[in-house]
T-cell receptor, first 115, second 119 residues
C-alpha cells in the first residue's frame, strides 16, 4: 500500500525566504506526482505535475523535483510571499494496476509566510 | 484551465436526512470522477471512483449504501450521503481528470469542496 509522507508538518518563515517542502513515498511504481495548494476551507489548486520520467518541473517561483528511485520529491519556493501561505499537498498516482488513476495524498505542510 | 464546480459549498442538515452534492466539469468531459473526504487537519482520503454510465468503485471501508454515487453524464457526478449522522460531518471534495491533449497534460482538477455539518 502506497504511503506518502510530508515533512515538515508546518513551517513558518519570514517573507522573502527561499524554502523547501519535502514529500516521500514508499512505492516507486508511480505514474506521476502532483503538488497542490489548499487554502483554508477550500478545494485544491494544482501547482505542478511531474511525470515519472521527468526530474523536475518549474512554474514561476515554484520548482518541483522528483527522484523516483529514492521515493522523494521536493517543492522549492523562491522568494516567499505572504500570499503563499496555505497547505501544500503532494499526491502520487500509481502506475497502472487496479489503482490506476487514484491519487494518494500526503498529510500536507502548513506554510505560513509572515511579513 | 479546466474547471470543476462543486455544489453546495456548505450544507447543514439534521441527523437522519440525506444530502446530495454535485460535481460538474464545466469545460471538459470527465468519464471518471473521484470523491474524496477530508477530516480537519488531515489529508484527503479517496472514497470512491465514479465512472460515467456504470457503477462506482468504492474504497475499502466506505459504505456504498451510505454514500450513493451517480455519474449520469460526462459532466456530472453526484454524491448522496444517506441518513447522515454527525460522524459524517466532513469536507467532501470531488475531482475530475481532463483526458484531452497529451498524457503530460493529464491532470486532475478539484472542486472547491463541500463542508457538511450534521447536527
Amino acid at each position: 500500500k502506497q504511503e506518502v509522507t510530508q515533512i515538515p508538518a508546518a513551517l513558518s518563515v519570514p517573507e522573502g525566504e527561499n524554502l523547501v517542502l519535502n514529500c516521500s513515498f514508499t512505492d516507486s511504481a508511480i505514474y506521476n506526482l502532483q503538488w497542490f495548494r489548499q487554502d483554508p476551507g477550500k478545494g485544491l489548486t494544482s501547482l505542478l505535475l511531474i511525470q515519472s520520467s521527468q526530474r523536475e518541473q518549474t512554474s514561476g517561483r515554484l520548482n518541483a523535483s522528483l527522484d523516483k528511485s529514492s521515493g522523494r520529491s521536493t517543492l522549492y519556493i523562491a522568494a516567499s510571499q505572504p500570499g503563499d501561505s496555505a497547505t501544500y499537498l503532494c499526491a502520487v498516482r500509481p502506475a497502472g494496476g487496479t489503482s490506476y488513476g487514484k491519487l494518494t495524498f500526503g498529510q500536507g505542510t502548513i506554510l505560513t509566510v509572515h511579513p | 484551465g479546466a474547471v470543476v464546480s462543486q455544489h453546495p459549498s456548505w450544507v447543514i442538515c439534521k441527523s437522519g436526512t440525506s444530502v446530495k452534492i454535485e460535481c460538474r466539469s464545466l469545460d471538459f468531459q470527465a468519464t471518471t470522477m473521484f470523491w474524496y473526504r477530508q477530516f480537519p487537519k488531515q489529508s484527503l482520503m479517496l472514497m470512491a471512483t465514479s465512472n460515467e454510465g456504470s457503477k462506482a468503485t468504492y474504497e475499502q471501508g466506505v459504505e456504498k449504501d451510505k454514500f450513493l454515487i451517480n455519474h449520469a453524464s460526462l459532466t456530472l457526478s453526484t454524491l448522496t450521503v444517506t441518513s447522515a449522522h454527525p460522524e459524517d460531518s466532513s469536507f467532501y471534495i470531488c475531482s475530475a481528470r481532463d483526458f484531452r491533449g497529451s498524457i503530460a497534460k493529464n491532470i486532475q482538477y478539484f472542486g472547491a469542496g463541500t463542508r457538511l455539518s450534521v447536527l
